[in-house]
């Protein structure tokens, strides 16, 4: 111990690429426990008779082999992308939001609502508008969590999670009374939007729409935010000793709310693409559950911004998946969550595994040197 | 082993003697060689400042630690207790600080839930019953029939004594019963103790702080200091000062070190500060305290009096209510901005769970300092590679040793977590140093360290305030020394001309 305390230069450089291989675990342990969760799922459908590799083939060819499995996965992933992220960025505080399906509900309803009045505005105004308005809505609710957070000492994950139940109600409420289209009948929504308004494909070949784009962007500008900004590196501090950070004088409470309100708004953002490029109109169909996948997916990810891209990709082939496996194999579409949730609890109980393995300690590989 | 409470507790108090116990924690010893000695019907108290070894001790007794050596001998008798189990089987209850209870429940299925053989279907007439006859015999009375929740903290304190009796239990610890009431509270729940020993129903040895306690409700004390046996005996026979300085120690510093001369100019300034302490119940108030540069002001006392929250008023984590702190004569609210002007840095208690984010490398604690900030200018972009680099050069300047750079801090032992937070807040300019417990739980050579570093600061300008439960690290640091009692400042002395027994009196709380 004592020449290594005298020069850390030399021993950390001598270490060379073997330093890296601790950093491995992080990789490996998610791979393991996802693989630990298709074993005890395929155990799970040999007791319904069913064939496991029938399955996973089916699952491989719904969402990941042709150019339009890859269309069906990218598109549900747009939305899952943007949920997810809001509960990766309060967590690099500290905080367990949940509740990012109700930022997204009110961030559709914000543009459909103020889309159906701007009829003969063009799209390149229009638009921003729009983006922005379902931008702030989301980010005044979830803001609002961290608000009640710091003034008044409640629980996070509880408000959010009722105050997604609220936005929700008021969305149908409003979608159903003041801006409902008399013309939609069976299905109440607001009006639909005009041509001009409405997000198109990206220009790749398959049918996208840019909301995949803005995920991946968002993802990647987090992901800036929290590894390489001093703001980031503050509320990573908040995040891990509140008090430490309250002793460096950080602005806990100011970070607090603004992690939240971003999360909120790139939620709400994930209303507006539902809206724009999706459904034409905010109706309920708009808040189908994506905001809840987004916790699945963002624990997954372990809160890092760059790893929910292939996990929501991942994630997003299953559900697409789910309709072919419901019609070929005979299950219900419940089977698709069964089997998520198996993985997600795998995932969670390979937590525990951290710093347990050889390979995973500096000391292991310094011995080897 | 059944427990029958209707014969259990018509038993009279029980003695209970520790010898020669000594207990080791790897290479640190906790307990060296204490004996200790509870007549029955007496009681007794344990005195010894945080770290002293009475926690340790009373789990020896209790069966919660497998002391190294020595025995426990009750009603003369060699008793072997493997787990709480059998101390309680026995008839050796303990109460602890916080409380206990279920608070939902009301007071007599707190009772019955507390039972070993709690039965299954429960006849709550016949147990009522019981019970009513069992609290008729008791000197005091707590509502049985409303949940605890509704129960003031006296209140619930005396449930949990009367929990005990209930259990059988013939000997009693209390570890620090009176931490969560209120003074008036306390003085009763200590009055109806007293009152159930004298009447020889329980033998009482009582953890405490408080000089206050002993001197009128005990009829014996143990002191143990640094864990070893530093004194007791009648309480009858002792003054408050007396006890105080078998806690602290008398010794004089052992080292002694060149110090450069104060300036004049105040740079802390605290007037009429005002805020809540940590239980809402009672206030700090700090009249006057100022901090000169090139001075280290000693705040002494006995834990609990208030040192805490005045850490957390300084660092801005507890409102103040009324008064002002000023730092070279600006007002100061312990935001980042002013910290960084008026250069202020902390080095507060306990530094893993105070000062260092655990899962963060030690570079990454290292860097909460600097991280934001090149020369004068705010950053906006970190840079990973300057804070590396930051972190090499502390960890050889300080002797940190970690295994790597990206090691999370938590990996560290104590004295090198305390150095590199020590690094971090001294590195840089530093105009005032706050302090609170720098060498808490270190061995001697982390110690030794930094209390050298301390006094380099101090000999380089820096205005230091330290807050410390240890007498002897006060008086080996300071220049001058407070003493902090209830909430207030009730005593000033240079350190040069200090007298111990006197900074005692003050620690025990008279003015």
Redesign the interface.
């Known amino acids: 111990?004592?020449e290594?305390?005298?020069t850390?230069?030399p021993s950390?450089s001598s270490l060379g690429i073997l330093?890296w291989v601790p950093r491995l675990e992080f990789v490996a342990i998610p791979i393991f426990a996802v693989i630990c969760g298709f074993v005890i799922f395929s155990i799970f459908l040999v007791l319904l008779g069913k064939s496991p590799t029938d399955f996973f083939a089916l699952v491989y060819k719904a969402g990941f082999s042709t150019a339009f499995s890859w269309q069906n996965t990218l598109s549900r992933a747009a939305p899952l992308l943007l949920a997810a992220l809001c509960v990766a960025l309060p967590a690099k505080l500290g905080l367990v939001v949940i509740g990012g399906e109700g930022a997204i509900a009110l961030g559709a309803v914000a543009a459909g609502a103020i889309g159906a009045y701007l009829t003969n505005v063009s799209g390149v105004i229009a638009l921003p508008i729009l983006f922005l308005a379902s931008a702030f809505t989301g980010a005044f609710w979830i803001g609002l969590v961290g608000f009640l957070r710091i003034k008044r000492g409640v629980n996070e994950t509880i408000a959010s999670l009722l105050m997604a139940y609220i936005a929700i109600a008021i969305s149908n409420h409003l979608i159903e009374s003041v801006f409902r289209d008399p013309a939609s009948l069976n299905k109440p929504s607001t009006a639909s939007l005009s041509e001009a308004l409405r997000v198109g494909a990206m220009p790749i070949g398959i049918d996208v729409h840019w909301g995949f784009l803005a995920g991946l962007i968002a993802c990647i500008v987090s992901w800036i935010l929290v590894e390489?900004?001093?703001?980031?590196?503050?509320a990573?501090?908040a995040?891990?000793?509140i008090?430490?950070a309250?002793?460096?004088?950080?602005?806990v409470a100011k970070l607090i709310i603004g992690f939240t309100a971003l999360g909120g708004a790139i939620a709400g953002i994930a209303g507006f693409y539902e809206v724009t490029a999706v459904h034409g109109s905010a109706n309920a169909s708009v808040f189908a559950g994506y905001g809840y996948t987004g916790i699945l997916i963002a624990f997954l990810a372990r809160h890092n911004a760059l790893a929910i891209v292939p996990i929501t990709i991942m994630l997003a082939g299953f559900e697409a998946s789910s309709g072919l496996i419901q019609r070929r194999m005979d299950l219900p579409d419940a089977t698709i969550l069964v089997f998520e949730g198996i993985v997600f609890v795998t995932i969670l109980f390979s937590e525990t595994l951290y710093g347990r393995f050889r390979f995973s300690k500096?000391?292991y590989w310094?011995a080897g040197v | 082993m059944t427990i029958n409470p209707q014969t259990n507790h018509t038993q009279s108090a029980a003695s209970v003697e520790a010898i020669n116990m000594t207990m080791k924690f790897g290479e640190f010893t906790a307990l060296d060689n204490v004996g200790i000695k509870v007549k029955p019907g007496s009681f007794h108290a344990l005195l010894g400042e945080n770290g002293a070894g009475k926690s340790t001790l009373v789990k020896c007794i209790m069966g919660f630690y497998h002391a190294t050596d020595g025995q426990v001998l009750v009603d003369n008798k060699e008793a072997q207790m493997d787990d709480p189990k059998d101390a309680q089987a026995i008839g050796l209850g303990m109460v602890y600080q916080h409380f206990t209870l279920v608070p939902s429940l009301t007071g007599a299925e707190n009772l019955l839930i507390s039972r070993v053989n709690a039965p299954n279907i429960i006849n709550w007439s016949d147990e009522n019953d019981d019970m009513t006859a069992f609290i008729d015999k008791m000197p005091f009375k707590v509502p049985l029939d409303v949940p605890v929740s509704r129960l003031s903290a006296g209140e619930k304190q005396k449930l949990e004594i009367l929990k005990q009796l209930y259990l059988g239990s013939r000997f009693l610890i209390l570890d620090e019963p009176t931490s969560v009431l209120t003074p008036a509270e306390a003085d009763e729940v200590l009055s109806h103790v007293k009152k159930l020993t004298k009447d020889n129903k329980v033998s009482v040895l009582m953890i405490t702080h408080k000089f206050k306690e002993v001197t009128k409700f005990a009829d014996e004390v143990t002191v143990l200091r640094r864990g070893k046996f530093a004194g007791g005996g009648d309480v009858s026979t002792l003054t408050a000062n007396d006890m105080a300085v078998m806690m602290m120690g008398s010794e004089t510093p052992k080292v002694e070190f060149n110090r450069a001369p104060t300036a004049d100019d105040n740079i802390l300034k605290l007037s009429n500060v005002k805020a809540q302490d940590r239980s809402g119940l009672k206030h700090i108030l700090i009249k006057d305290l100022k901090v000169r540069a090139g001075e280290i002001l000693g705040v002494a006392g006995v834990s609990g009096n208030g040192q805490t929250e005045l850490m957390e008023i300084l660092?801005?984590?507890r409102p103040m209510t009324d008064g002002a702190i000023t730092v070279q004569d600006h007002p100061f609210s312990?935001?980042?901005?002013?910290?960084k002007k008026y250069q202020v840095r902390?080095l507060?208690e306990e530094p893993l769970?105070?000062?260092?984010?655990?899962?963060?490398s030690v570079a990454?604690n290292l860097?909460?300092?600097i991280?934001?900030m090149q020369g004068d200018k705010?950053?906006?972009?970190?840079s990973d590679q300057d804070i590396k680099t930051f972190a090499?050069k502390m960890?050889?300047e300080f002797?940190?040793?970690?295994?790597?750079?990206?090691?999370p801090i938590s990996t560290l032992s104590g004295g090198n977590v305390q150095r590199a937070v020590l690094a971090r807040e001294l590195t840089g300019d530093v105009k005032l140093l706050v302090i609170s417990n720098p060498c808490f739980g270190l061995d001697f050579s982390a110690v030794l360290a930094i209390r050298k570093r301390i006094i380099e600061a101090r000999n380089n300008g820096v205005a230091v305030l330290l807050i410390s439960e240890d007498l002897d690290e006060i008086m080996e640091l300071s220049d001058r020394i407070v003493v902090m009692s209830e909430g207030s400042i009730n005593y000033e002395t240079e350190a040069n001309s200090a007298d111990i027994t006197k900074i005692g009196h003050y620690m025990a709380g008279h003015s």
């Open positions: 111990m004592k290594l305390a005298t850390p230069l950390q330093k390489k900004t001093t703001l980031g590196f503050s990573r501090i995040g891990g000793n008090r430490a309250q002793v460096q004088g950080l602005p500096h000391e310094k | 660092t801005g984590q312990g935001t980042r901005e002013q910290s902390y507060p769970q105070n000062a260092c984010a655990a899962r963060m990454e860097a909460f300092r991280f934001d705010k950053r906006f972009w970190k090499h960890i050889t002797n940190i040793k970690t295994v790597s750079t990206d090691s």
